[in-house]
């Protein structure tokens, strides 16, 4: 059974500072794996994906994630955080197969400080 | 309208009303979902539709009824609810193979 591990519930940075958000998977194949952000009251947004090729991927405001197949982990980071990256951060596995179920983590809250 | 829209973004019911929640996805996608999250728990797949034909159900009590009339709507129809179904219930859609899941913002349901 595939699965996701956040083990960071709650992290605070300061505003400029560097960010790692960690997440670990459990999957019996090739994953593809996401990053998602959600806002208070919103829902869930596409940051990042990996499916294959290149391990470093690059996303939307910033953020990029790499790919460790023997780490069996798929970390966020951002350089510099803006306060506007205040947010729940979803990490989550999938098949290859298209239309099945993603496995979301349980979520980072992320808190910025001035 | 764009993306994903869930409509009423907001309610409270009682647990002998029924009510429905409703989902739209303007992307073309072929796939639906709906997911709950509760506070402090991971988010919960509840089904999927293909093709307007549901692929899974994940044991999800007989209370809540989908209903996927086409591929751009989905219904998740509410009775005899319990306060511990209070949660935001999102819908997603997907297409093809890469699996990415659009998410619409959610409703956030409280039961009395």
């Known amino acids: 059974a595939q699965s996701v591990t956040q083990p960071d519930i709650h992290i605070t940075v300061s505003e400029g500072a560097s960010l790692e958000l960690r997440c670990n998977y459990s999957y019996g194949a090739t994953p593809y794996l996401f990053w998602y952000v959600q806002s208070p009251g919103q829902g869930l947004q596409l940051l990042l994906k990996?499916?294959?090729?290149?391990?470093l991927v690059q996303g939307i405001k910033g953020f990029e994630a790499e790919f460790k197949r023997s780490q069996s982990s798929f970390n966020l980071r951002k350089p510099s955080v803006h306060w506007s990256d205040a947010a729940e951060y979803f990490c989550?596995?999938?098949?290859?197969?298209?239309?099945?179920?993603?496995?979301f983590g349980t979520g980072t809250r992320l808190t910025i400080i001035p | 309208e764009t993306g994903v829209t869930q409509t009423p973004r907001h309610l409270v019911m009682g647990m002998t009303n029924k009510k429905s929640l409703k989902c739209e996805q303007h992307l073309g996608h072929n796939a639906m979902y709906w997911y709950k999250q509760s506070a402090k728990k991971p988010l919960e797949l509840m089904f999927v539709y293909n093709f307007k034909e549901q692929t899974e159900n994940n044991s999800v009590p007989s209370r809540f009824s989908p209903e996927c009339p086409n591929s751009s709507h989905l219904f998740l129809h509410l009775h005899t609810l319990q306060p511990e179904d209070s949660a935001l219930y999102l819908c997603a859609s997907s297409q093809g193979t890469d699996n990415e899941q659009f998410f619409g913002p959610g409703t956030r349901l409280t039961v009395l």
């Open positions: 989550a596995v999938g098949s290859l197969r298209g239309n099945e179920k993603l496995t």
């Open positions: 990996y499916f294959s090729g290149d391990t």
